[in-house]
């Protein structure tokens, strides 16, 4: 605004309405039904204190008069502040990055058995720590003990908050002062800089390395056992892969090493899967069933990725062990809520019916989803955000590769199809795509895409036919 004197500038202050005038209006009041006097009495005086500041610096903005800024545009800012500040800070988002278990955007999707069963547990009581038959108090494990050995071959089970934390756990409660031999070629790190040796100090156990990252024998398990050790280990290389002049050794050669000394081994498997992923055209994985059969006294995988339902760490193995796990304090602090066993129940009795499996767990759906699915999506949306986009964007349908993410199979790729968005006129124009990422993703249900090759890249994989008519109607928003 213009320059003004002390006392015009006085005067525009003075006009400014009060804030009792503006809470009495009509205008506000169904901001007071929504969000209650309480909020809707700050944000007035915040819109109004920000007017002021602005008139004082000399900003405010010229079609803004004390006139003008009357109860009704004030309602206007404060209904915009209050609505701002209710949105939840964790949104629903459309994954369109390729990944289908991304660590970032929530790993699996809970098939709707799961998600019903959470609504009834957090809407009723539940017998988390109950027994009904006995009517005395019960341990949450045995909710899922049963089930769990049915479908492991496994003698007893626990269930933690994550898979880092069913290994703390585990060399907590047998390892703790003792030495854990581990191959050096499998000290991996997975998700957030959280390595196999840091969770081994923070669990009391001493790391003993043995042989080399590309070679380890049998005898370098044998030459390094003594007095002190523990337990041996073996981490699933689930996140990576070494190849050329390399030489593992195997579960069924560890084995009787270590039971003929008197130790256990325990298996971390990462990912972790209840069935061979090889039946539907699948990379193949070493199933939890398998590695228990192998003579793993321990094995720990996680919840929510190739299983396919919530966050969580499964340990499975001998009764014995499984007792001294139950047993330590950690566990307490480890344990999981009512709402993680009342999703991973129904997730599991899925596995019971393997005949079903595909159609009904909607992690192993999304992986096997064929590239013509997608193919068929693609060319419905292309016209669609072509039209909102204009003529400044070119976009194509083309061919790409999903991944399985989380750390799962990471050389194997899927056949998948998507939306290819380039420049029009052709050149490069980072600073153009950069823009468009950032406005999918500030839709009202976010896009998240990827930029890549001078394109912004959306694969289809996860865009189901329930939330394809949500996608195609907020692209009329990107013409803004």
């Known amino acids: 605004m213009s320059e003004v004197s002390g006392h015009e500038l006085n005067a525009l202050l003075a006009r400014v309405p009060s804030v009792e005038r503006v809470m009495s209006s009509a205008a506000l009041e169904p901001c007071i039904g929504t969000y209650g006097r309480t909020q809707?009495?700050?944000?007035?005086?915040?819109?109004?204190?920000?007017?002021?500041?602005?008139?004082?610096?000399?900003?405010?903005?010229?079609?803004?008069?004390?006139?003008?800024?009357?109860?009704?545009?004030?309602?206007?800012?404060?209904?915009?502040?209050?609505?701002?500040?209710?949105?939840?800070?964790?949104?629903?988002?459309?994954?369109?990055?390729?990944?289908?278990?991304?660590?970032?955007?929530?790993?699996?999707?809970?098939?709707?058995?799961?998600?019903?069963?959470?609504?009834?547990?957090?809407?009723?009581?539940?017998?988390?720590?109950?027994?009904?038959?006995?009517?005395?108090?019960?341990?949450?494990?045995?909710?899922?003990?049963?089930l769990i050995c049915e479908l492991t071959g496994a003698e007893a089970a626990t269930v933690v908050n994550n898979n880092a934390a069913a290994v703390l756990l585990t060399l907590s409660a047998l390892a703790s002062r003792k030495e854990v031999i581990v191959s050096r070629g499998e000290l991996v790190e997975i998700g957030g800089a959280f390595r196999i040796p840091d969770i081994m100090s923070r669990a009391g156990a001493r790391l003993r390395e043995v042989g080399t990252t590309n070679r380890t024998h049998l005898k370098d398990?044998?030459?390094?056992?003594?007095?002190?050790?523990?337990?041996?280990?073996?981490?699933?290389?689930?996140?990576?892969?070494?190849?050329?002049?390399?030489?593992?050794?195997?579960?069924?050669?560890?084995?009787?090493?270590?039971?003929?000394?008197?130790?256990?081994?325990?298996?971390?498997?990462?990912?972790?899967?209840?069935?061979?992923?090889?039946?539907?055209?699948?990379?193949?994985?070493?199933?939890?069933?398998?590695?228990?059969?192998?003579?793993?006294?321990?094995?720990?995988?996680?919840?929510?990725?190739?299983?396919?339902?919530?966050?969580?760490?499964?340990?499975?193995?001998?009764?014995?062990?499984?007792?001294?796990?139950?047993?330590?304090?950690?566990?307490?602090?480890?344990?999981?809520?009512?709402?993680?066993?009342?999703?991973?129940?129904?997730?599991?009795?899925?596995y019971q019916a393997p005949e079903f499996l595909r159609e009904r767990l909607t992690t192993l759906r999304l992986l096997t989803r064929p590239s013509e699915d997608t193919r068929a999506a693609a060319e419905r949306v292309l016209p669609v955000l072509q039209q909102a986009l204009g003529d400044r964007y070119a976009v194509t349908a083309e061919p790409m590769f999903s991944q399985i993410g989380s750390g799962a199979l990471p050389l194997d790729q899927l056949p998948s199809y998507g939306l290819v968005v380039r420049n029009a006129s052709g050149k490069r124009s980072g600073s153009?795509?950069?823009?468009?990422?950032?406005?999918?993703?500030?839709?009202?249900?976010?896009?998240?895409?990827?930029?890549?090759?001078?394109a912004v890249r959306l694969d289809l994989r996860c865009l189901e036919a329930d939330d394809e008519a949500v996608f195609v109607a907020q692209c009329q928003e990107l013409r803004a």
């Open 221 to 350: 398990y044998q030459e390094a056992i003594g007095p002190r050790t523990a337990m041996l280990m073996k981490v699933h290389c689930s996140n990576y892969a070494i190849s050329g002049f390399t030489k593992t050794v195997e579960l069924q050669e560890l084995v009787p090493l270590a039971h003929a000394h008197g130790l256990p081994v325990a298996v971390d498997l990462g990912s972790g899967t209840l069935v061979d992923l090889a039946q539907w055209g699948l990379p193949g994985e070493p199933t939890v069933r398998e590695t228990v059969a192998a003579g793993a006294d321990l094995v720990t995988f996680s919840g929510d990725k190739l299983l396919g339902g919530p966050q969580a760490g499964l340990i499975v193995g001998r009764k014995e062990l499984i007792g001294k796990i139950r047993k330590h304090p950690l566990k307490r602090a480890l344990r999981v809520g009512k709402l993680t066993l009342a999703a991973l129940e129904p997730v599991l009795r899925l």
């Open 432 to 454: 153009a795509l950069q823009k468009l990422e950032k406005a999918l993703r500030g839709l009202p249900r976010p896009v998240i895409g990827r930029v890549a090759d001078d």
């Open 40 to 146: 809707v009495l700050a944000a007035v005086r915040a819109t109004l204190d920000a007017w002021r500041n602005s008139v004082l610096a000399g900003v405010a903005d010229a079609a803004t008069t004390p006139a003008t800024l009357d109860e009704a545009r004030i309602a206007a800012e404060v209904a915009r502040m209050l609505a701002e500040r209710a949105q939840s800070r964790l949104r629903t988002v459309f994954n369109l990055t390729g990944t289908v278990l991304h660590t970032n955007l929530g790993r699996a999707l809970l098939p709707d058995e799961a998600v019903r069963a959470v609504v009834d547990a957090l809407t009723r009581p539940a017998n988390l720590e109950f027994d009904l038959a006995t009517g005395r108090r019960g341990d949450r494990d045995d909710l899922i003990d049963g």
